[in-house]
């Protein structure tokens, strides 16, 4: 059921009440009440903002998720007060007329960017997320059941089919677009598979076995043999397992050491265990030294992020090679998959498949800085697109790996251009260059049997 304010004509964007009821209430003037999500979209009501009240906290993080996916993902999401503790996808939990009041200042900060929001990669949405709400921190959550044990909610909601809010926000980071604000915790993970669920085991620092007890044990004077006091018990007395001396008088015969422990697998006897991490998603079994440590901290947008979102500067200088004849990966490999089957049936459709590894990037903007590498990769960007022919296509499945389908061509000549691009490229007052690994296969010449696009891809991807 939808109930409309009393005023016959609202504005252009209208608060909007989120209550089961649907009734409308006074101290709400000019708000346009639904009671569900799906009553308010079959509405033609531009929303300035979404205020929620009489939902349990569950519900409420339901319709918060609707509208995070929805077009009007930007637009603030303020609980009733008393119903936001529980409500981890809310902005904040306020009366209606504060909510009103941030609402609008938000309108006035979207109105000033002018930014289209409907082609934005997670990247932009997450930072054009923080930018239009006021000193608002991207709070971390624990949660068991997932494998870094902290997420961010928020950028789980916004992120669509396909993206990684993880990799998202570890690009945002080291890009300085955003900055740790409160350090919350630190986890260690796995580096097999970047799990955080560890599991720390005692084993025997002899032969890492389980099969460790604590036991007293005994010292033999004649000998020196140390073992647990069940090996000494011989005949209702004690005497040494190895030489057999009598053990008769303590301190004088033998002694009780400071020793604890003895393995049941080795016999061997220690005072202190050795501790194994051991990750429950792979059972990879490590020191907890090499472990990888990580630091868990809430999020701000920084002031390298607010510059890069005024000037339209959002995306990693990577994406300055998206212009080349460019399509999303999954595009890619379907018409990958597509000229394969071709090829099967018809020789003499032939093609290359090319992979472009840049091997110091990373480097190149620690010493160079962003901005310049952003430079360099346009220019090589600028090489590429006139080297290819319309008919050749790109993609990236990783920022940077730059994958070229080349339809009737050959990868081996393209390489050598692309090659020479690259060591043509100088960068003033420094010796560093941008510096690639260029791996191909021609088809039919390099096809097995049962390839497909990914086990191309995962091909080249293992070549050395």
């Known amino acids: 059921m939808t109930v409309s304010p009393s005023s016959a004509t609202p504005p252009a964007e209208s608060m909007v009440v989120l209550r089961p009821?649907?009734?409308?209430?006074?101290?709400?003037?000019?708000?346009?009440?639904?009671?569900?999500?799906?009553?308010?979209?079959?509405?033609s009501v531009q929303p300035l903002g979404f205020y929620l009240e009489e939902w349990d906290a569950p519900a409420a993080d339901d319709l918060i998720l609707q509208l995070r996916r929805s077009p009007w993902w930007d637009r603030l999401a303020v609980v009733a007060p008393g119903e936001g503790k529980a409500s981890v996808l809310a902005d904040t939990a306020a009366p209606y007329a504060d909510a009103v009041a941030r609402?609008?200042?938000?309108?006035?900060?979207?109105?000033?960017?002018?930014?289209?929001?409907?082609?934005?990669?997670?990247?932009?949405?997450?930072?054009?997320?923080?930018?239009?709400?006021?000193?608002?921190?991207?709070?971390?959550?624990c949660t068991l059941t997932h494998p870094m044990l902290y997420h961010y909610p928020v950028v789980d909601a916004l992120a669509?089919?396909?993206?990684?809010?993880?990799?998202?926000?570890?690009?945002?980071v080291r890009r300085?677009?955003?900055?740790?604000?409160?350090?919350?915790?630190?986890?260690?993970?796995?580096?097999?598979?970047?799990?955080?669920h560890i599991h720390y085991i005692d084993v025997c620092p002899h032969c890492s076995s389980l099969q460790i007890r604590k036991e007293a044990s005994l010292h033999c004077f004649s000998c020196g043999h140390v073992a647990p006091e069940s090996d000494f018990h011989h005949?209702?007395?004690?005497?040494?397992?190895?030489?057999?001396?009598?053990?008769?008088?303590?301190?004088?015969?033998y002694d009780r050491p400071l020793t604890q422990y003895a393995c049941g697998s080795c016999h061997h006897v220690f005072v202190e265990t050795t501790t194994q991490a051991r990750c429950l998603a792979c059972r990879t079994s490590c020191a907890p030294s090499a472990l990888d440590v990580r630091e868990v901290a809430s999020l701000r947008l920084g002031a390298h992020g607010r510059t890069a979102l005024r000037a339209g500067q959002i995306q990693e200088s990577f994406a300055a090679l998206d212009t080349a004849n460019y399509v999303e990966a999954p595009h890619f490999r379907r018409m990958l998959d597509w000229a394969l089957a071709v090829t099967t049936r018809h020789p003499e459709?032939?093609?290359?498949?090319?992979?472009?590894?840049?091997?110091?990037?990373?480097?190149?903007?620690?010493?160079?800085?962003?901005?310049?590498v952003f430079l360099l990769l346009d220019e090589f960007a600028r090489r590429l697109h006139e080297l290819l022919r319309t008919s050749d296509?790109?993609?990236?499945?990783?920022?940077?790996?730059?994958?070229?389908?080349?339809?009737?061509?050959?990868?081996?000549?393209?390489?050598?251009?692309?090659?020479?691009?690259?060591s043509d490229?100088?960068?003033?007052?420094?010796?560093?260059?941008?510096?690639?690994?260029i791996r191909h296969l021609q088809m039919p010449q390099d096809l097995r049997a049962g390839d497909s696009a990914a086990a191309l891809m995962e091909r080249l991807l293992d070549q050395a």
Request: net charge neutral.
């Open 235 to 253: 005949d209702g007395g004690l005497s040494c397992p190895q030489c057999s001396a009598a053990l008769r008088h303590i301190g004088v015969d």
């Open 103 to 141: 609402a609008e200042r938000s309108l006035a900060v979207r109105r000033s960017l002018r930014l289209a929001l409907t082609d934005m990669r997670l990247e932009e949405r997450v930072l054009y997320f923080l930018y239009v709400r006021d000193a608002m921190e991207l709070a971390p959550q």
């Open 160 to 172: 669509q089919r396909g993206e990684d809010p993880g990799a998202c926000l570890a690009t945002l």
């Open 349 to 372: 459709m032939r093609f290359g498949l090319m992979l472009i590894e840049f091997t110091n990037a990373t480097e190149l903007i620690e010493e160079l800085g962003a901005a310049r």
């Open 393 to 422: 296509i790109t993609t990236r499945t990783q920022e940077d790996k730059l994958w070229l389908f080349l339809p009737f061509s050959d990868p081996a000549g393209l390489s050598a251009r692309l090659q020479r691009a690259l």
């Open 176 to 196: 300085k677009l955003l900055e740790p604000a409160q350090l919350v915790d630190r986890t260690r993970h796995c580096r097999t598979c970047g799990s955080a």
């Open 21 to 43: 009821s649907g009734q409308p209430v006074p101290a709400q003037p000019q708000a346009q009440v639904f009671d569900s999500w799906d009553a308010f979209t079959r509405s």
């Open 425 to 437: 490229q100088t960068v003033a007052a420094a010796p560093s260059a941008l510096q690639a690994r």
